[in-house]
């Protein structure tokens, strides 16, 4: 017997997602922020479970999956930029209608981002800290100790005979990733032979939007602070503006930039 149809509703739990929204105030845009920072987790969780699937597939040498892989992760991230124009419409006034009812809450307590960062390569110890008393601890904990995208990556440069040298791949995986001369070496001997390490080539390029675009977003969450906030403190206690202004100008996967230089 063939088994009844299921409703979309029911398939996609779209009753208890919409059930999710629990506005504190009757600011006319606290609903708004609510919903769309929700987005943004959704979205994080969706890049997260992409990007595993892309540093197992180059754990198997299989390039070409991890690429279209990232091909898809590019429009996600795209949705994830375009995020931000919601907040940026909000004006000082209206985000301070509903900002006391935030209490300590900060995005800055994101397991989802924090553990996309780790994925990604910015691993730091210390950012397991603001997750210690919460669920998501062991979570973000267990991120730290996997090998993050840009591991696979360069295990598998190695493998294509590529000079990465052995300190780089032998490190713990929660240790801060320093970058390496062989490694910048080692990129560039892919960029002056595209022809001849095709797939590393569009690797390359594939990571380096990867990270334009995180850099976009974080650019991007910076001036929508200023925006709405000035230099206010951010909420949850952080330094705010100053403090997303020294994380603007981090970048994933170093090498991929500095190796432009002598291109």
Not at 112 to 119: A, I, K, W
Not at 179 to 201: I, K, M, Q
Not at 215 to 232: D, E, M, N, P, S
Request: proline share 5%; with cysteine.
């Amino acid at each position: 017997m063939d088994a009844p149809p299921t409703a979309y509703a029911e398939y996609a739990e779209m009753d208890a997602l919409l059930a999710l929204q629990h506005p504190r105030t009757s600011a006319a845009t606290e609903p708004g922020f609510i919903i769309m920072s929700q987005v943004m987790e959704l979205l994080f969780k969706l890049l997260h479970t992409e990007f595993t699937t892309a540093r197992d597939r180059l754990a198997d040498d299989d390039v070409d999956a991890a690429l279209w892989v990232l091909r898809r992760s590019a429009r996600v991230q795209q949705v994830a930029l375009s995020s931000w124009d919601f907040f940026s419409a909000m004006t000082p006034g209206e985000f301070a209608e509903f900002r006391e009812v935030l209490g300590t809450a900060s995005g800055f307590q994101s397991a989802s981002y924090r553990r996309l960062e780790f994925l990604l390569g910015n691993k730091d110890p210390r950012m397991v800290g603001p997750h210690r008393d919460a669920s998501s601890h062991e979570t973000v904990a267990g991120q730290l100790r996997e090998p993050s995208l840009y591991d696979a990556v360069l295990a598998l440069l190695r493998r294509r005979g590529l000079p990465v040298a052995d300190a780089v791949l032998t490190r713990p995986c929660e240790a801060p990733y320093e970058p390496h001369d062989s490694v910048e070496r080692a990129w560039r001997e892919v960029y002056d032979n595209g022809a001849g390490h095709g797939s590393l080539f569009l690797l390359g390029e594939a990571l380096t939007d990867v990270a334009d675009s995180f850099a976009r977003w974080r650019y991007t969450h910076l001036t929508v602070v200023q925006r709405v906030l000035g230099g206010k403190p951010g909420t949850g206690g952080t330094d705010g503006v100053s403090w997303l202004e020294r994380i603007a100008g981090h970048r994933f996967f170093p090498e991929l930039w500095s190796v432009r230089s002598l291109l």
